[in-house]
């Protein structure tokens, strides 16, 4: 199994920044792919960023030349950087990990709000 935590979310005016990590644990190895994603009230949850884990990355074009996601070895743990906040990027922001042959696995989510 694989256990994710995120965090880093918070309240940020409109042209802000912040940082979001998601901490990996247990069959880290398994992981192929990490990704980030958010659900805004009354919306679908929708796909924000991906790495993949050899460093491949692909970003929504809702959030490109703003957000970025990488990753720290090291840790476990990958970030997804947000510049340039807008009121619209407010929602819960997940983090989820794609296996191989464990299956999909997700964070409990962190809240972002943008005020404008």
């Known amino acids: 199994q694989v256990q994710l935590v995120e965090s880093g979310g918070g309240l940020v005016q409109a042209g802000g920044s912040l940082r979001l990590a998601c901490a990996a644990s247990?069959?880290?190895?398994?992981?192929?792919?990490t990704g980030w994603y958010r659900q805004a009230p009354g919306k679908q949850r929708e796909l924000v960023a991906t790495?993949?884990?050899?460093?491949?990355?692909n970003n929504a074009d809702s959030v490109k030349g703003r957000f970025t996601i990488f990753r720290d070895y090291a840790k476990n743990t990958v970030y997804l950087q947000m510049n340039n906040l807008k009121p619209e990027d407010t929602a819960v922001y997940y983090c989820?990990?794609?296996?191989?042959?464990?299956?999909?696995?997700w964070g409990q989510g962190t809240q972002v709000t943008v005020s404008s």
């Open positions: 247990g069959s880290i190895f398994s992981i192929s792919a």
């Open positions: 790495i993949t884990s050899g460093g491949r990355t």
């Open positions: 989820s990990a794609h296996t191989l042959g464990l299956g999909d696995y």
